[in-house]
């Protein structure tokens, strides 16, 4: 029996429905993109089927997702759906990372300009500077958008016009598989959660769109800024009120939305809400290992042939966190010459760029100071030269006592001479 309510009656209105097998016995068709060779993302695409059978679309535009259940109830199967509708549109972007290191979505890294699977510190790392770069685009977007003339962009957000039409507007769909593991990182977890909930709110008009999953929906595991904010969200079966209403959102369970119904048998079954105006009891369609990898060959087949494969996709090198982090703090000890107590850190970032362009190339001033922080480096106000203009003037940087103070005390705790 599943109930359902239909507020075009009234919001009081419940619908008991009783099917004479258990959901998830009964058969479900195939999913309907399963012979697609290529999607468009802007439209609502199958996510499952309720009790009745009917398909339960879900869209992508303009919303986030957070998926979460116990472990082991199709999370990371759900999460797929989406994730191949981007991989299919060969105009989308797909970032993805897997945080559990047991491969689950490898099939899509043929497709994703950034893909990381590991349950490391260096692939948390990559998924913490994919974030960084994530709020870097949002604002890099935020500028192209300003800019468009009134009759273009009449609302200031992406539209799927401008998607396909705008270099640098196309849709941008980044996934965090076992998501706890990134936002309760002793190192990453507190930044990764700010991060999260600043692309959460920035990208939705921006076309960039976040997916994540978590099998310990908890307030240390999922940052209540981003709880609160995601438009679109999925529960599978959880075990008490305080899971489920993190999932589902404030006051859920109190309102009868409870994914702690589900049994030991409803595996992809799960409570969907902000798809559609009522909560929905969805059954998710689901696709087995050769299956993904067939429509992820296709993706990938689709994107040589529109010449948009980019990334790791296209071969080129990943971000590599680990290099940085491992010789940042000696690389920038080592850009102070002997006369320099203090330097800015936009010359911080020019000379690191100059030492290691391949590490380095892309850093920021901001990427910097981010990168510095977990060793206890923050930016004040130092006097320096602009060498440009020969002109002296007080900017963000750094003193060199306090990085050689930082290499010191690093090595300290990993055991390791001080100098
Ligand atoms: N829609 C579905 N229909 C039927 N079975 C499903 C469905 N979704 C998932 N399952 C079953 O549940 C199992 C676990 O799915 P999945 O790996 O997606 O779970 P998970 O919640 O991500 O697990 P974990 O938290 O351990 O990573 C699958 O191997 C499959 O057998």
């Given at each position: 029996m599943w109930p359902e309510g239909n507020a075009d009656i009234s919001p009081s209105r419940l619908v008991l429905w009783t099917g004479d097998q258990p959901m998830s016995a009964s058969r479900q068709p195939a999913w309907p993109l399963l012979k697609a060779s290529t999607v468009d993302m802007a439209k609502p695409f199958p996510f499952g089927t309720d009790p009745r059978g009917r398909i339960v679309y879900m869209e992508l535009p303009y919303t986030n997702l957070l998926i979460g259940s116990i472990p082991g109830y199709g999370k990371t199967a759900a999460l797929q759906l989406p994730a191949l509708v981007a991989a299919l549109d060969p105009h989308a972007e797909l970032w993805a990372f897997e945080?559990?290191?047991?491969?689950?979505?490898?099939?899509?890294a043929k497709v994703c300009a950034r893909y990381g699977s590991g349950a490391d510190d260096d692939t948390s790392e990559a998924a913490l500077q994919a974030l960084r770069d994530l709020r870097d685009e949002c604002q890099r977007r935020a500028a192209i958008i300003k800019k468009l003339p009134k009759d273009v962009c009449p609302d200031n957000k992406v539209t799927p016009e401008l998607a396909r039409r705008i270099k640098g507007l196309h849709w941008l769909v980044a996934l965090f598989d076992e998501c706890q593991e990134l936002f309760a990182h002793s190192e990453f977890g507190k930044e990764a959660g700010e991060l999260a909930e600043k692309i959460i709110k920035l990208g939705r008009a921006l076309g960039v769109i976040l997916l994540k999953a978590t099998q310990r929906p908890d307030a240390k595991s999922l940052p209540t800024g981003v709880s609160a904010n995601v438009g679109t969200r999925f529960c599978l079966r959880v075990m008490g009120q305080l899971e489920n209403d993190m999932v589902l959102g404030t006051s859920a369970y109190r309102n009868g939305?409870?994914?702690?119904?589900?049994?030991?048998?409803?595996?992809?079954v799960g409570y969907l809400v902000g798809a559609a105006d009522e909560a929905q009891i969805v059954r998710t369609y689901y696709l087995d290992g050769p299956t993904v990898e067939k429509l992820c060959q296709r993706a990938y087949a689709a994107r040589v042939a529109a010449g948009t494969l980019t990334g790791q996709a296209a071969g080129q090198s990943a971000e590599t966190p680990s290099a940085r982090r491992e010789t940042l703090l000696e690389d920038v000890a080592s850009v102070y010459r002997a006369e320099e107590p203090k330097l800015w850190a936009e010359t911080i970032v020019e000379r690191l760029t100059a030492l290691r362009p391949e590490v380095y190339g892309d850093l920021t001033r901001d990427h910097l100071t981010t990168a510095l922080k977990p060793y206890g480096i923050t930016t004040t106000q130092v006097w320096g030269t602009d060498p440009a203009t020969g002109k002296g003037a007080n900017r963000r940087g750094i003193e060199r006592s306090i990085v050689t103070e930082a290499v010191a005390e690093r090595n300290r705790r990993r055991g390791e001479p001080a100098a």
């Amino acid at each position: 029996m599943w109930p359902e309510g239909n507020a075009d009656i009234s919001p009081s209105r419940l619908v008991l429905w009783t099917g004479d097998q258990p959901m998830s016995a009964s058969r479900q068709p195939a999913w309907p993109l399963l012979k697609a060779s290529t999607v468009d993302m802007a439209k609502p695409f199958p996510f499952g089927t309720d009790p009745r059978g009917r398909i339960v679309y879900m869209e992508l535009p303009y919303t986030n997702l957070l998926i979460g259940s116990i472990p082991g109830y199709g999370k990371t199967a759900a999460l797929q759906l989406p994730a191949l509708v981007a991989a299919l549109d060969p105009h989308a972007e797909l970032w993805a990372f897997e945080l559990k290191g047991t491969g689950g979505l490898d099939p899509l890294a043929k497709v994703c300009a950034r893909y990381g699977s590991g349950a490391d510190d260096d692939t948390s790392e990559a998924a913490l500077q994919a974030l960084r770069d994530l709020r870097d685009e949002c604002q890099r977007r935020a500028a192209i958008i300003k800019k468009l003339p009134k009759d273009v962009c009449p609302d200031n957000k992406v539209t799927p016009e401008l998607a396909r039409r705008i270099k640098g507007l196309h849709w941008l769909v980044a996934l965090f598989d076992e998501c706890q593991e990134l936002f309760a990182h002793s190192e990453f977890g507190k930044e990764a959660g700010e991060l999260a909930e600043k692309i959460i709110k920035l990208g939705r008009a921006l076309g960039v769109i976040l997916l994540k999953a978590t099998q310990r929906p908890d307030a240390k595991s999922l940052p209540t800024g981003v709880s609160a904010n995601v438009g679109t969200r999925f529960c599978l079966r959880v075990m008490g009120q305080l899971e489920n209403d993190m999932v589902l959102g404030t006051s859920a369970y109190r309102n009868g939305i409870r994914a702690t119904m589900f049994a030991k048998k409803d595996k992809g079954v799960g409570y969907l809400v902000g798809a559609a105006d009522e909560a929905q009891i969805v059954r998710t369609y689901y696709l087995d290992g050769p299956t993904v990898e067939k429509l992820c060959q296709r993706a990938y087949a689709a994107r040589v042939a529109a010449g948009t494969l980019t990334g790791q996709a296209a071969g080129q090198s990943a971000e590599t966190p680990s290099a940085r982090r491992e010789t940042l703090l000696e690389d920038v000890a080592s850009v102070y010459r002997a006369e320099e107590p203090k330097l800015w850190a936009e010359t911080i970032v020019e000379r690191l760029t100059a030492l290691r362009p391949e590490v380095y190339g892309d850093l920021t001033r901001d990427h910097l100071t981010t990168a510095l922080k977990p060793y206890g480096i923050t930016t004040t106000q130092v006097w320096g030269t602009d060498p440009a203009t020969g002109k002296g003037a007080n900017r963000r940087g750094i003193e060199r006592s306090i990085v050689t103070e930082a290499v010191a005390e690093r090595n300290r705790r990993r055991g390791e001479p001080a100098a």
